[in-house]
Nanobody
Framework: QVQLVESGGGTVQAGGSLKLSCSASGSSISTYVMGWFRQALGKEREYVATVGWNGLTKHYSGSVKGRFTISRDNAENTIYLQMNSLKLEDTAVYYC??????????????????WGLGTQVTVSS
């Protein structure tokens, strides 16, 4: 079992930056694909990014590619999401997630075994 806790959310002006963290406990994340999803009010949960077990392979959704960077520190059992050039449409609850396997870019939430409770990111004009 892996317990995930997100932090770092908040309110930021459009064009600004935020860095989210996700701390894991209960098990090492070193063998999991780790990722981020987000869910805006009234919308379905949306894939954002995943990172492979060694941190070298990464995959991003088209809507965040070039602006967001996912990373992980297996020694700290933590992953991160650096978000730059934030847009109003990035406003959502951001969830950390983990799954077994090696494939990145799986966009169906059903394929992920573990989830955090989420952290709110609000981008204002």
């Amino acid at each position: 079992q892996v317990q995930l806790v997100e932090s770092g959310g908040g309110t930021v002006q459009a064009g600004g930056s935020l860095k989210l963290s996700c701390s894991a406990s209960g098990s090492s994340i070193s063998t999991y694909v780790m990722g981020w999803f987000r869910q805006a009010l009234g919308k379905e949960r949306e894939y954002v990014a995943t990172v492979g077990w060694n941190g070298l392979t990464k995959h991003y959704s088209g809507s965040v590619k070039g602006r967001f960077t996912i990373s992980r520190d297996n020694a700290e059992n933590t992953i991160y999401l650096q978000m730059n050039s934030l847009k109003l449409e990035d406003t959502a609850v951001y969830y950390c997630t983990a799954r077994t396997g090696i494939v990145l870019g799986e966009s169906s939430p059903d394929l992920y075994a573990y989830w955090g409770l989420g952290t709110q990111v609000t981008v204002s004009s």
